[in-house]
């Protein structure tokens, strides 16, 4: 970063406002290609079992229909296992294996959504039904479950001054982004395109490569827009597949797009957890053991795994640790990452914990955690990158006003509210791939930097934007950042807050790379004001060039490029991501602060105030950033009060497959929030001296809103979300 | 003041009446849309012949109504199926994406525009009833090159991420501004609270209605 850093760290607006509050974002479903026809999924009404029959006669007597397909037609594909995540992926209509309640069994592809509908409701399909196991709690996990330990935390346990035995429950969750996912197909001979609401549009071309036979350069996947995702976009579903295959029958563009109801088995979800956790600590209360048996839903086609252990091994200071984490296969659809996997759901129990140890030893929370702040990462054993948790401690309590705070239980009364403040810390690891951008600056003295990256909501093109422009020194105007289209060159998922590291960095590499071309071009060119100078000593601002003990001295980038008769210069940038040896442990650190008021008779509990902190290193963008943690909080809420997907066991059905009977967050609902950063940079973790911050804001809601509920009304509830009935 | 629009290209909606003996409700919307006197005998033109329905009966044309309504000062007179809702409508017919589909059951919000002044779900409204219909979207509130103060105002108060349930949210708070809900920031949330936002920006949704409505 030899160049002033202007842009970056300046609260500007999104570079796509306009598009997006004009209705001119263009999502997946708003393409229409010449000939589209509308494709509409049959979905499974057994959990378990196999398709004994399809009577497609009445759906296909509809004027308009153009062609109903499932296993009984489609082709046979050539299919090669993308091998992640382990198993074997669903696959469309090519066996009549039933594996889970809402699979798809059939799509009817016609001339109008209208009819293509009616006629999906008119396909009558016959099963050989088997009762499903979708219980978790009713059900054992795999005979491999993932383990982890140091020390010996039972034999630790059994001599700690203080033990806890404590079980976590939490209820799965599903994204809802409030863009259902679809897709629109088209072939061009063997070329395929697909408009698709995806995270990774890469990922998709992979996947569509490996479904089909075919070679990835023969794939477009296109989504400028996406409509929000939280991980719901970071595979591609087999619906996907299924608009592919239907366009090519019907040798007609297809759009697919699933109902909402069909989003909670057409995409995954944020597992169900049961978490045994027994700490121990000593009088004063520093951890001597802690064990950790997790047990979560996947299934039974494929495994998904996520990083539910993290906190339990690396947040505090403990010696003896034991980790259990066995997934339970049941006739459900994969479940997935959903913000903050894993560790949204281990900082649930690991903080929630941490409270009830605190209650019981007459600690404030905070001087608890401060007394077992680790050294190091004590499950790598390397020192950490950046940790300023103390500094979020520190700022979260005196923004919120946490000596307010009466630690006694049910002692604080507003009318018939009772009154309570909790607090959580949260950790996210800070993910980093490979990723490349191209730059290139024209004659006008314009620049188009491009990538296969996403946005799905944190404003991905503005904060690159930005970087570009203080590594090319020019203005954010002169730039445009083009992504989420697979042709732009290489990027990695958007999740895991690994784009702003990962694309952020390769994005610095071209824009830093072209400009040293401009400089060494100018200072080579004896008719420039520069020639002769150390390229070293010269900067760009404003897209003019000088030399930087002298401004006055330079010239612009349109000048140098007209003298030398260049239409423009190019480069390419790259980022290599994470080293496969890591010298540092890497994480983003929370401290978030909630007040809640709980009616005393009726159990209602709503969020007054909160305060977020955050360890996330630079922020490229703060007015980005503060969207992104107040979202997050907004999240956090759902998470521990309203968001449960409730399944009927007897057959499978997911009974609140909507957005009236599965409640999120409204506006009604929303409290006081204010976020913070605490400033700082972490160039071990990446060259533009980020840590994520897509994930962690979310880490730690749900536990302080569980400790304030406690502070509250003296009720400790152990599971996810935190319902009215459970207060009763 | 609006301008005539010939009908667009057609897909033209095809479909024989249910032939189940209950009266399903589809056949329901057909007769009720019948005694409403607005359903246009014929006029429907048949659609490609369905690919491999060979052995199907001759199929009939779906139910259809000609109407003709105002969509952002533009007249529109189209023929439509009666099924078909005004989202539907404006995003597969007239090419107006801007209002999206988030449930398709009036509980997201993500399709609200303006019929006649008042803000509804378009994905719970049947094009047919809107005979002479006033309809906005959020294409349709920009003058000229001038956004409107709540657009602008979503965008100084950063009040939106992925940008989906926006143009809902837009319209919505134009209305919500017009009907005098703005008086504090709990009422302003109680008469927004149609209107999900799953990215969470409820807060600064909330805020740039106060700041638009505090501009009129």
Redesign the interface.
């Known amino acids: 970063m030899s160049q002033p850093q202007a842009a970056v760290g300046a609260a500007v607006?999104?570079v796509d406002?306009?598009?997006?509050?004009?209705?001119?974002?263009?999502?997946a479903?708003?393409n229409?290609p010449d000939g589209v026809v509308h494709a509409v999924i049959v979905d499974s009404s057994v959990g378990r079992g196999r398709v004994t029959g399809i009577d497609a006669?009445?759906a296909?007597?509809?004027?308009?229909?153009?062609?109903?397909i499932s296993h009984l037609?489609a082709p046979k594909l050539p299919h090669r296992e993308p091998g992640f995540p382990p198993g074997e992926a669903l696959r469309p209509f090519q066996d009549d294996r039933v594996r889970f309640f809402g699979q798809p069994v059939a799509v009817v592809v016609a001339?109008?959504?209208?009819?293509a509908?009616?006629a999906a409701s008119l396909v009558k399909v016959s099963y050989d039904a088997r009762p499903p196991s979708t219980d978790l709690g009713a059900a054992d996990p795999a005979d491999d479950p993932e383990t982890y330990a140091r020390g010996d935390a039972d034999r630790a346990l059994e001599s700690a001054d203080v033990t806890l035995d404590l079980a976590y429950r939490m209820a799965r969750n599903h994204?809802?982004?409030?863009?259902?996912a679809g897709t629109v197909a088209r072939w061009d001979g063997d070329r395929l395109t697909l408009w698709e609401k995806t995270q990774h549009v890469q990922g998709t071309v992979e996947t569509m490569a490996a479904e089909f036979g075919m070679s990835p350069d023969k794939i477009r996947v296109i989504s400028p827009?996406?409509?929000?995702?939280?991980g719901s976009g970071g595979r591609t579903w087999v619906h996907t597949s299924i608009a592919a295959l239907a366009a090519r029958e019907?040798k007609r563009p297809v759009k697919l797009?699933l109902?909402?109801r069909q989003t909670y088995f057409g995409v995954g979800y944020r597992p169900a957890y049961e978490y045994d956790l027994r700490l121990g600590s000593d009088r004063r209360g520093r951890l001597t053991a802690s064990v950790h048996d997790v047990r979560t839903e996947s299934s039974r086609y494929e495994r998904h795994s996520e990083d539910v252990l993290a906190a339990g091994r690396m947040l505090y200071s403990t010696p003896h640790v034991r980790q259990v984490y066995g997934h339970v296969p049941l006739d459900v659809n994969t479940p997935t990452w959903m913000r903050g996997p894993g560790y949204s759901s281990g900082a649930f129990c690991v903080e929630t914990a941490m409270d009830e140890l605190a209650h019981e030893l007459g600690l404030d929370p905070i001087e608890l955690r401060l007394r077992n702040e680790p050294s190091d990462d004590e499950s790598s054993g390397l020192p950490f990158s950046t940790r300023r948790l103390r500094d979020c401690y520190r700022a979260g309590a005196r923004e919120f006003g946490w000596h307010r705070r009466n630690p006694k239980p049910r002692s604080t009364r507003d009318g018939d509210w009772l009154i309570g403040m909790g607090m959580a810390a949260g950790v996210y690891d800070t993910a980093r791939s490979e990723a490349q951008a191209s730059v290139r600056l024209d004659a006008d003295g314009t620049a188009l930097v491009q990538s296969a990256t996403s946005?799905?909501?944190?404003?991905t093109a503005t904060s690159m934007t930005q970087v570009a422009a203080d590594a090319l020194g020019l203005t954010m105007r002169q730039i445009t950042f083009r992504l989420g289209d697979s042709d732009l060159p290489l990027a990695p998922g958007h999740h895991g807050s690994r784009t702003m590291a990962s694309v952020g960095s390769a994005v610095q590499d071209g824009c830093d790379k072209l400009r040293r071309q401009a400089i060494t071009l100018a200072v080579q060119d004896e008719d420039s004001p520069l020639h002769g100078v150390d390229p070293a000593d010269v900067a760009v601002r404003g897209g003019r060039l000088f030399v930087k003990d002298d401004p006055t001295r330079g010239e612009t980038y349109r000048r140098l490029l007209a003298r030398n008769d260049r239409s423009h210069l190019e480069a390419l940038g790259s980022y290599a991501g994470a080293p496969e040896s890591e010298r540092f442990s890497f994480y983003a650190y929370a401290a978030t602060f909630a007040e809640v008021a709980v009616d005393a008779r009726l159990g209602l509990v709503r969020v007054r105030r909160m305060v977020g902190v955050y360890d996330a290193a630079r922020i490229i963008n703060p007015?980005?950033a503060?969207?992104?943690a107040?979202?997050?909080?907004?999240?956090g809420i759902g998470q521990a009060l309203l968001e449960h997907t409730v399944t009927d066991h007897r057959d499978g059905r997911i009974v609140n497959a909507?957005?009236?009977d599965y409640l999120?967050?409204?506006?009604?609902?929303?409290p006081e929030?204010k976020a913070i950063y605490i400033e700082g940079e972490d160039f071990e973790a990446d060259p533009i001296g980020v840590k994520g911050l897509g994930e962690i804001v979310i880490v730690g809601v749900a536990p302080a809103i569980a400790n304030a509920v406690f502070n509250a009304t003296g009720r400790r509830i152990r599971h996810l979300p935190i319902t009215t009935e459970a207060l009763l | 003041m609006s301008t005539e629009r010939p009908e667009p290209a057609l897909t033209p909606p095809a479909d024989p009446p249910a032939s189940s003996s209950a009266p399903s409700r589809r056949a329901f919307i057909a007769t009720s849309t019948a005694i409403g006197g607005t359903v246009v005998a014929g006029g429907l033109v048949a659609g490609p012949p369905p690919l491999g329905a060979e052995a199907a009966v001759a199929a009939e044309a779906a139910p259809g109504s000609r109407v003709s309504l105002t969509v952002n000062g533009v007249r529109h007179t189209v023929t439509i199926d009666n099924r078909t809702s005004l989202l539907d409508l404006l995003r597969e017919r007239l090419g107006l994406t801007g209002a999206k589909k988030g449930c398709n059951a009036g509980a997201c919000g993500a399709c609200t525009v303006l019929v006649d002044g008042r803000r509804v779900n378009s994905c719970l409204t049947l094009a047919v009833r809107l005979e002479s219909a006033e309809v906005t979207t959020v294409e349709g509130l920009e003058k000229g090159d001038r956004l409107h103060p709540l657009q602008q105002a979503f965008i100084d108060q950063d009040a939106f991420q992925c940008g989906f349930c926006t143009p809902g949210q837009i319209v919505s708070g134009v209305a919500c501004i017009q009907e005098g809900h703005t008086g504090s920031p709990e009422e302003i949330r109680e008469w927004m609270s149609g209107n999900l936002c799953r990215c969470g920006c409820y807060v600064k949704i909330e805020r740039a209605i106060e700041q638009a409505a505090g501009r009129k």
């Open positions: 607006p999104r406002a306009r598009l997006r509050v004009t209705g001119q974002a263009k999502y479903a708003d229409s006669r009445a296909e007597a509809q004027a308009g229909v153009v062609k109903v037609n001339t109008t959504l209208e009819t509908q009616h994204h809802n982004p409030m863009e259902p827009a996406v409509g929000g995702a939280f019907v797009v109902t909402r946005d799905m909501g944190p404003g007015r980005l503060d969207s992104q107040i979202g997050a909080m907004t999240g909507n957005l009236a999120v967050p409204t506006h009604a609902d929303m929030m």
